[in-house]
């Protein structure tokens, strides 16, 4: 065996892994990375069709971000925010203000632009969330906003309050005991219950397995034929009214938008999210959005800005677009939703270094204010708060990310990727196949006509990414359902490698 494989074996326990498994066979030990390539020490290619955990924005190696990182790396590598600002950190916070707060353009109207029933700033004056908190990753942007809505709502509503949060069924915001709170996935979750606050869940819109769906299985995304009368958004409104009325109306409403990832990659149908923050801010509840694994446009360009590009391939007279792009690179914008917190991480500094942050507004970070004896400091923080190096990696992602280039890849991507699932259609193995941008899960089960699903020690998902490995792709399953999410620079020609690895890896599941 490999040498670093060996060590790894004597001494590393990997995240959520069966290590009984994993000692049993040699791990690919990676070695380095090019674009959507990631190089084993063996010398093998492998396309990395989940963005090593949905962190990868651009590719690897990307030159850009290399430089700034280089940049940074011979100024500053590091210092602390407890007492001290710095540069890349404050620029940072700046872009990450300006692109929380899109200005409306013409046919985008943010109409729920409202906290607690007042105009916020969406006019481009004012901005909404123009506070940003940093942390490290997803679990600490979660933790952030969990602990500053609380004490905000403790502060506002009086210290006697409990708040109470709400989230969805399925929900997965991170690993530290809060976000494990505000987390419904009882396998992750539940063993851990004495060590958690209570938080309510309400059923997520996961169409394809919907009890409220009445239609029999087709072959498209079943957001597409469902038979309902939104009885999910109904749900929701009978938690919050119950809740009123037990004199405790919930504190916040936590989810992620457009698509909930580690549920299974459950997507929403079009209006759900703005229907049920609607019904949130109706009883004055604040919206927590965690974008963690839907941010920097990843859940794709909403349907006008793809017809600009397209529209702008053909009139190439028209004014560059770049400033409006910007309306796409967050999943809640594609449904006018603003949200009071905003979490993001994973792909903030194109999936290169640990940072976070969690945005907010004024009105939260005032209630913070004080003098110094009266105590009301966040008292919150980690030695990496505002790290130079992931600032630094940052700013050029999202600079990457608004050029011209990126977002005729993202379209093109998004194009390409969803040409490719078409074809998975055909495999009766295939029951739902789920895509929101450019991220799509693949939901496998024993027939399609029955939606009959694999018993998870079956491993079915484990099974298909082992077998779409050997065939050079790597991603990694949540139970039954296979994630594609590739980098954005994914080429056409490695799009049909992922889909064609996979449609082969599930031909050949047994029975
Ligand atoms: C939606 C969402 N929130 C939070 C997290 C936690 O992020 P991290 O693993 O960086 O702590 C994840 C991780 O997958 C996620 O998908």
Same mark, same amino acid.
């Given at each position: 065996m490999n040498r670093f494989a060996q060590l790894d074996h004597q001494y590393i326990w990997h995240p959520f892994t069966q290590m009984r498994n994993w000692l049993g066979r040699e791990p690919m030990v990676i070695s380095s990375g090019k674009g959507a390539v990631l190089r084993d020490v063996k010398g093998r290619d492998y396309l990395d069709a989940n963005s090593s955990i949905w962190t990868n924005l651009h590719g690897h190696n990307h030159p850009k971000i290399n430089g700034a990182i280089r940049r940074q790396l011979v100024k500053i590598s590091h210092s602390s925010a407890l007492g001290f600002a710095n540069q890349p950190a404050s620029l940072l916070a700046e872009k990450l203000v300006k692109i929380a707060n899109p200005k409306p353009v013409a046919g985008r109207d943010f109409s729920r632009d409202k906290i607690g029933g007042e105009k916020s700033g969406l006019d481009g004056v004012s901005p909404h969330l123009n506070k940003v908190f940093f942390s490290d990753d997803g679990s600490t942007a979660m933790e952030v906003a969990l602990k500053l809505a609380y004490e905000f709502t403790r502060r506002t509503r009086g210290k006697g309050t409990k708040p109470k949060f709400l989230s969805l069924d399925g929900a997965y915001h991170g690993d530290t005991v809060g976000a494990v709170s505000a987390g419904h996935i009882d396998l992750f979750h539940k063993a851990y219950a004495g060590l958690l606050f209570k938080t309510?869940?309400?059923?997520?819109?996961?169409?394809?397995? &919907?009890? /409220? #769906?009445?239609?029999?299985? =087709?072959?498209?995304?079943?957001?597409?034929?469902?038979? &309902?009368?939104?009885?999910? $958004?109904?749900?929701? =409104?009978?938690?919050?009214?119950?809740?009123?009325?037990?004199? #405790?109306?919930?504190?916040?409403?936590?989810? !992620?938008?457009?698509?909930?990832?580690?549920?299974?990659?459950?997507?929403?149908?079009?209006?759900?999210?703005?229907?049920?923050?609607?019904?949130?801010?109706?009883?004055?509840?604040?919206?927590?959005?965690?974008?963690?694994?839907?941010?920097?446009?990843?859940?794709?360009?909403?349907?006008?800005?793809?017809?600009?590009?397209?529209?702008?391939?053909?009139?190439?007279? =028209?004014?560059?677009?770049?400033?409006? /792009?910007?309306?796409?690179?967050?999943? &809640?914008?594609?449904?006018? $939703?603003?949200?009071?917190?905003?979490?993001?991480?994973?792909?903030?500094?194109?999936?290169?270094?640990?940072?976070?942050?969690?945005?907010?507004?004024? %009105? $939260?970070?005032?209630?913070?204010?004080?003098?110094?004896?009266?105590?009301?400091?966040?008292?919150?923080?980690?030695?990496?708060?505002? #790290?130079?190096?992931?600032?630094?990696?940052?700013?050029?992602?999202? !600079?990457?990310?608004?050029? !011209? %280039?990126?977002?005729?890849?993202?379209?093109?991507?998004?194009? #390409?990727?969803?040409?490719?699932?078409q074809t998975l259609w055909s495999l009766p193995k295939v029951g739902d196949i789920r895509q929101v941008g450019l991220v799509a899960g693949i939901e496998l089960v024993k027939d399609w006509r029955t939606r009959k699903p694999f018993a998870l020690g079956e491993r079915a998902g484990i099974r298909v990414c082992e077998a779409m490995a050997r065939h050079g792709v790597l991603t990694r399953p949540i139970g039954n359902v296979i994630v594609l999410m590739p980098p954005y620079c994914t080429t056409a020609e490695q799009t049909r490698k992922m889909v064609s690895a996979l449609r082969d890896s599930i031909q050949s599941l047994p029975g």
């Open positions: 309510d869940k309400v059923m997520s819109p996961y169409c394809y397995r &919907c009890p /409220y #769906n009445r239609a029999k299985p =087709e072959r498209a995304d079943a957001r597409e034929y469902r038979k &309902c009368n939104w009885e999910c $958004v109904g749900l929701v =409104e009978k938690k919050f009214a119950a809740q009123k009325k037990r004199g #405790n109306p919930y504190a916040a409403l936590v989810f !992620e938008p457009l698509m909930q990832g580690s549920a299974g990659m459950i997507p929403q149908p079009g209006g759900w999210l703005g229907q049920v923050t609607d019904i949130a801010r109706s009883h004055g509840a604040l919206l927590i959005a965690d974008e963690v694994m839907t941010g920097f446009g990843r859940t794709g360009l909403a349907g006008d800005d793809v017809r600009r590009v397209y529209s702008k391939e053909k009139n190439k007279s =028209e004014p560059p677009y770049v400033g409006s /792009y910007e309306n796409s690179l967050f999943a &809640c914008q594609q449904e006018k $939703v603003q949200p009071d917190f905003l979490c993001v991480a994973k792909g903030l500094t194109g999936g290169y270094l640990p940072m976070a942050a969690t945005l907010t507004t004024q %009105k $939260v970070f005032d209630a913070f204010l004080g003098e110094y004896s009266e105590f009301k400091t966040f008292f919150h923080g980690h030695s990496f708060t505002g #790290n130079q190096l992931g600032a630094a990696a940052a700013l050029v992602s999202l !600079e990457i990310l608004q050029s !011209e %280039k990126s977002v005729r890849q993202r379209a093109a991507l998004q194009k #390409n990727l969803q040409a490719g699932l």
